[in-house]
């Protein structure tokens, strides 16, 4: 079993940044194809970026050069850096994993595919 844990939101203006981390235990982060989802009032849980577990990184378009996924294998933890953000990335952010193994290319995008999922954060974004 993956246990998932997010923290780093809040509430913050319009053109600011945060960091989310989601710390993961039970299996280490190289071995997972991990990402971040997003779910908006009203709306499905959607990719916002991904890692596979062997690094390569994807993003859903409306975040492409502002978030940067990132992960730290010491720490088993991954990282979602979000700058210039908007009203609209308002949402609870997910943390998700999906177990590929080490080396792996298998880059998930929905949320079928994911087996394992932390209990979200929600980011505020006031403009």
């Known amino acids: 079993q993956v246990q998932l844990v997010e923290s780093g939101g809040g509430l913050v203006q319009a053109g600011g940044s945060l960091r989310l981390s989601c710390a993961a235990s039970g299996r280490t982060v190289s071995s997972l194809a991990m990402g971040w989802f997003r779910q908006a009032p009203g709306k499905e849980r959607e990719l916002v970026a991904g890692?596979?577990?062997?690094?390569?990184?994807y993003y859903t378009d409306s975040v492409k050069d502002r978030f940067t996924i990132s992960r730290d294998n010491a720490k088993n933890t991954v990282y979602l850096q979000m700058n210039t953000l908007k009203p609209a990335d308002t949402a609870v952010y997910y943390c998700?994993?999906?177990?590929?193994?080490?080396?792996?290319?298998?880059?998930?995008?929905?949320?079928?595919?994911?087996?394992?999922w932390g209990k979200g954060t929600l980011v505020t974004v006031s403009s």
């Open positions: 890692i596979t577990s062997n690094g390569n990184t």
């Open positions: 998700a994993a999906d177990y590929t193994g080490p080396y792996s290319n298998y880059a998930p995008s929905t949320y079928s595919e994911m087996d394992y």
